[in-house]
């Protein structure tokens, strides 16, 4: 008492001599306050809040510059240019909407492709690569900075991989905490998985999809946990753009009504997940059938039947849900409401089947059975087959893509399902199907490699918050909530804080620790809510307290920091070498591997515009974006039974390919061929695929068996198969190389791909003329002639007796007219009068 009575006598002190001294001038007044609010903002900065927001800035900062810069080798090393196949034709299309306008682009006919059919662009392609770059363009144009398309085209893959780190760090920070989503945002960066489909020049639909998937996953967990209509709403815009994007929406589409239906299995149904699930469905539906290639596809196909059937039992389930709530003896009826729940089940999977059985729903899309059948591709749809990103996944491609990753990966699922919540029942399930249809086909590692940083990143932060020793009074890992309760209390979250901190501090040192008063104080408090928390008794917090040392946690950080090292070495060497080379551009030491551009070059230049050019689907794309020609078949292989009669060409003689390709008015015929620099990817290893594609639409003209030797073995030497040695497509990659020697230890013809000399090497080509090749026989071009006045017989010709007709007459040399003849004509045959005898 008597000492609050001399501190309030001190400051009435205080106060009369500061009103008796005379106020200093304005402008030290002025510096006072701007060096307390510095120094104030100084101190902010400087708590542990403003620290972490600091960290995180710069991580995020550094992942996406990362991400970015690590995608531009093939750039540096080559040139700003388009790579691959597909996004010859994204940028094709683009530069069209961008010169035309983009209603000229949706009804844009493009007579360069399919002939003699065409396609029809804007209906068959999803929009929204060529739409986000065209505004980017258009932005960078209202702010003077002119920059072509082409640019543009090449860093937008690049561009977005750094804005997939941020939407990846926002899904792991509302799955875990801040620290495993800047874990996530740094692997996703580098991870080859991602970057074989976002480096500098892949201008695909892959190169946002990905980030559009994440970032409607994040607003998915966002509505899910809050259950607000606001991030529902924005959670079908994303879905949208999702759609318009890329194919691959039915991932989206198929995973959210499985996650939902998890947590009504669950039990952990509640008004939250009614609400997110309903409106994203409505306003999603309604959106993603405004894209003209989906149109009706959404209420029309098998692929998104789940999302309905979930809709309709997730509404059910709500209404039963109410009753149950208002019902005075609800308790009673539980077996009521649950048979139900099972008969509203059964009922929307037997209108599901019936419509389906009828015809208005469509069955299930080839490629979609080949996710399932391994084999089925194979045998009733082999174009499918013939993709090598089709083609199941090897485990040295899981380690190649992913290295450590795929090590952590199972633990962060654990550590998931043993700390489960609303939100982790999804990443679990991302984590099980992502897994499966990436050991299916390899093109959809694409998608397991986010799911797999996620996971990482979680099983990494949970293991380094135990081993890195981090005291802090914020929880990093947050307590696990049930779906049941809508509000978590402030008072439980406090708890948690405190259980989480006493846990830390148990591990901090072996043996005695140094108390203070203070701790001993609390620590009666703080061991009775650890008992009442976790079980654990006192000899069991003691007895844990002496299990690893601080040494031993020294070290184990010190090695999982050497193989994060290493992981950013082989990410970075992988991106460099694996997936920064163009496949228009063949990366080698000693030799020139720019020949496709050049072959392409010679085409757009020596060839009239309108000309006509046969190749196998692989190149169509190309030729049309580089060469500017027109194209039987595309990687589009919207019709295979186009792409077959092309494959029935290429496997037939040379006169009855002759005939197709004078029914299709081919000019010029396009071959790719490896065997001088042993180039695998050329069109004799392609061969097959096209000969199994034409059996399929022509089998009594083409049979697979064929084309193999007696031991059915695919040979290309003397001991090969007749057919195969004269078909068109062996003589058009094999023409004059039999005279060809490259290496004084093969003999001439010495096929340096297949490892044999050929079997036929003398022969002259009849209805082609090699036109073009180029310095390593990569691309050969020939020019089909044209058809001749007469054709005359090799041998001699032959006399033919032909029988008189009657109205055939000697020929005279006179120029006087020819008399007619009447047929049948009537003979009159005179008759004799006998004589009359003489009466004696």
Known sequence: MERSQLQTDVTKQVTTITTSVPSVTTKKSSRTKTFSTSQSSANQLLSPTGLASLISFIVLTCAYISGFMSRLFSVIRFESIIHEFDPWFNYRATHYMVENGFYNFLNWFDERAWYPLGRIVGGTVYPGLMVTSGVIHWLLHMINIPIHIREICVFLAPFFSGLTALATYLLTKELWSKSAGLFAAAFIAVAPGYSSRSVAGSYDNEGIAIFALMFTYFLWIKSVKTGSIFWSCFTAISYFYMVSAWGGYVFIINLIPVHAFMLIVLKRYSLRLYVSYSIFFIIGLILSMQIPFVGFQPVRTSEHMLAAGVFALIQAYGFIDYLYTKLPRANDLKQLFFGLILAVGALVFSVVVILTYTGYIAPWSGRFYSLWDTNYAKIHIPIIASVSEHQPTTWASFFFDLHLLICLFPVGAWFC????????????????????????????????????????????????????????????????????????????????????????????????????????????????????????????????????????????????????????????????????????????????????????????????????????????????????????????????????????????????????????????????????????????????????????????????????????????????????????????????????????????????????????????????????????????????????????????????????????????????????????????????????????
Not at 689 to 699: F, K
């Open 417 to 840: 399902i043993k700390e489960l919540n609303d939100e982790r029942v999804f990443i679990v399930l991302y984590a099980v199907f992502a897994s499966y249809f990436a050991g299916v086909m390899i093109r959809l590692m694409l998608t397991l490699t986010p799911c797999v940083c996620v996971l990482a990143a979680i099983a990494l932060s949970k293991t380094l918050d135990y081993y890195a020793d981090a005291d802090s009074n914020e929880n990093d890992t947050p307590a696990v909530t049930s779906a049941d309760d809508g509000n978590d209390t402030s008072e439980s979250e406090e708890d948690a804080n405190n259980v989480e901190i006493t846990t830390r501090q148990l591990y901090d040192k072996a043996g005695k620790q140094k108390t203070s008063s203070v701790t001993t104080g609390n620590r009666h408090h703080r061991q009775q809510l650890l008992t009442a928390t976790t079980g654990a008794t006192a000899t069991d917090t003691a007895d844990d307290t002496n299990i690893i040392g601080s040494n031993i946690k020294t070290i184990v950080v010190i090695c999982i920091a050497m193989m994060l090292m290493l992981l950013a070495v082989h990410c970075t060497w992988v991106t460099s070498n694996a997936y920064s080379s163009p496949s228009i551009v063949l990366a080698s030491y000693n030799q020139d591997g720019s020949r496709y551009i050049i072959a392409y070059y010679w085409l757009r230049k020596n060839t009239p515009d309108r000309s006509r050019v046969m190749s196998w689907w692989d190149y169509g794309y190309q030729i049309a974006g580089m060469g500017n020609r027109t194209t039987l078949v595309d990687n589009n292989t919207w019709n295979n039974s186009h792409i077959a009669l092309v494959g029935k060409a290429m496997s037939s003689n040379e006169t009855e390919a002759y005939k197709i390709m004078r029914m299709l008015d081919v000019d010029y015929v396009l071959v790719i061929f490896g065997g001088v620099i042993g180039y695998s990817g050329d069109d004799i290893n392609k061969f097959l695929w096209m000969v199994r594609i034409a059996e399929g639409e022509h089998p009594k003209d083409i049979r697979e068996k064929d084309y193999f030797t007696e031991n059915d073995e695919f040979r290309v030497d003397s001991a090969g198969s007749p057919i195969l040695l004269n078909c068109l497509m062996y003589k058009l990659c094999y023409y004059r190389f039999g005279e060809l020697q490259s290496d004084f230890r093969t003999p001439p013809g010495f096929d340096r791909t297949r490892h044999a000399e050929i079997g036929n090497k003398n022969f002259d080509l009849e209805h082609v003329e090699e036109a073009y090749t180029t310095e390593h026989w990569i691309v050969r071009i020939y020019k089909v002639k044209n058809l001749k006045n007469r054709l005359q017989a090799k041998n001699a010709l032959r006399q033919v007796l032909r029988r008189k007709s009657i109205y055939s007459q000697k020929s005279s040399k006179s120029t006087q007219r020819k008399t007619g003849v009447i047929l049948n004509k009537p003979q009159i045959k005179k008759g004799q009068v006998k004589a009359k005898s003489i009466k004696t």
